[in-house]
């Protein structure tokens, strides 16, 4: 059985699908799924999703574009969220160099709140890292050093650099449909050369659907062809793979348990 990590169900691509997406999941192994609030706005649509579906679980946070926008979010805020039974992990937080470079300021004042909140809710910390791997790996390591915390680098598809950093600190990478694309062997390297018990798969869904629906709307469905190439890449059976990756995200997100 596989679970999509990572994965946007209250986006307007998918309104008034919800039961037949999260079917088509399940009968593709796909049981369970956490899909992550990006703006407090959306949390009621989001703790709806997840109330209405069991395997459906979610995060929430403040993305990193929308830092400079965004109300202020407070460490009280999030640990009151994170109170809901089906709330799993904090974020999506980080740092996007490549869209929102002029608010870096504001992104990194951000990240440090959510860093705070998985430390004293004992959820893991769900990280957006575009365009700014040495900040990313400087500030983990700098706060991993202040107080332990736990972390998926979410869609990872940054360089070795990063990776080593984060798998240095005991986190996890999170594998999308990125390493299906034609043009990303040198990130199923990187892959390739991680432990395969700090791996996950996600869609980040309805974004970057693997191949062959490459260009289309993703689904968590989807996940599977993710690890159908996941598995490729470490050598294994699609249901080795499958097993391994739903024990790391046990092990990560030990609260969403059916």
């Given at each position: 059985m596989l679970v999509d990590s990572h994965c946007h169900l209250d986006f307007p691509e998918f309104d008034g699908e919800h039961d037949e997406i999260i079917a088509r999941a399940q009968a593709a192994g796909v049981t369970r799924m956490v899909t992550i609030c990006t703006k407090l706005a959306a949390l009621p649509k989001v703790e709806a999703i997840a109330e209405a579906h069991s395997g459906v679980f979610f995060a929430a946070g403040i993305h990193p574009m929308s830092a400079a926008t965004h109300a202020p979010v407070s460490v009280e805020d999030l640990l009151t969220i994170a109170k809901h039974p089906k709330m799993v992990g904090i974020g999506e937080t980080g740092l996007d160099y490549h869209y929102t470079a002029d608010s870096a300021a504001q992104q990194k004042i951000n990240l440090g709140i959510h860093i705070e909140a998985a430390r004293q809710s004992s959820l893991p910390l769900i990280i957006h890292a575009r365009a700014a791997d040495e900040d990313m790996a400087d500030i983990l390591t700098a706060e991993h050093a202040n107080?332990?915390?736990?972390?998926?680098?979410?869609?990872?598809?940054?360089?070795?650099?990063?990776?080593?950093?984060?798998?240095?600190?005991?986190?996890?990478?999170?594998?999308?449909?990125?390493?299906?694309?034609?043009?990303?062997?040198?990130?199923?390297?990187?892959?390739?050369?991680?432990?395969?018990?700090?791996?996950?798969?996600?869609?980040?869904?309805?974004?970057?659907?693997?191949?062959?629906?490459?260009?289309?709307?993703?689904?968590?469905?989807?996940?599977?062809?993710?690890?159908?190439?996941?598995?490729?890449?470490?050598?294994?059976s699609l249901e080795e793979f499958a097993a391994a990756t739903s024990a790391n995200f046990d092990r990560l997100f030990a609260k969403a348990q059916l």
């Amino acid at each position: 059985m596989l679970v999509d990590s990572h994965c946007h169900l209250d986006f307007p691509e998918f309104d008034g699908e919800h039961d037949e997406i999260i079917a088509r999941a399940q009968a593709a192994g796909v049981t369970r799924m956490v899909t992550i609030c990006t703006k407090l706005a959306a949390l009621p649509k989001v703790e709806a999703i997840a109330e209405a579906h069991s395997g459906v679980f979610f995060a929430a946070g403040i993305h990193p574009m929308s830092a400079a926008t965004h109300a202020p979010v407070s460490v009280e805020d999030l640990l009151t969220i994170a109170k809901h039974p089906k709330m799993v992990g904090i974020g999506e937080t980080g740092l996007d160099y490549h869209y929102t470079a002029d608010s870096a300021a504001q992104q990194k004042i951000n990240l440090g709140i959510h860093i705070e909140a998985a430390r004293q809710s004992s959820l893991p910390l769900i990280i957006h890292a575009r365009a700014a791997d040495e900040d990313m790996a400087d500030i983990l390591t700098a706060e991993h050093a202040n107080g332990a915390f736990s972390c998926v680098m979410h869609c990872f598809s940054s360089g070795p650099e990063l990776a080593h950093a984060a798998l240095d600190l005991g986190f996890y990478l999170s594998m999308s449909g990125i390493v299906t694309f034609n043009k990303s062997q040198d990130l199923r390297d990187i892959f390739a050369a991680a432990p395969l018990n700090r791996i996950l798969v996600e869609t980040d869904a309805p974004y970057l659907a693997p191949m062959p629906h490459r260009g289309k709307r993703n689904e968590p469905a989807y996940t599977a062809h993710t690890a159908a190439k996941g598995a490729e890449v470490f050598g294994l059976s699609l249901e080795e793979f499958a097993a391994a990756t739903s024990a790391n995200f046990d092990r990560l997100f030990a609260k969403a348990q059916l």
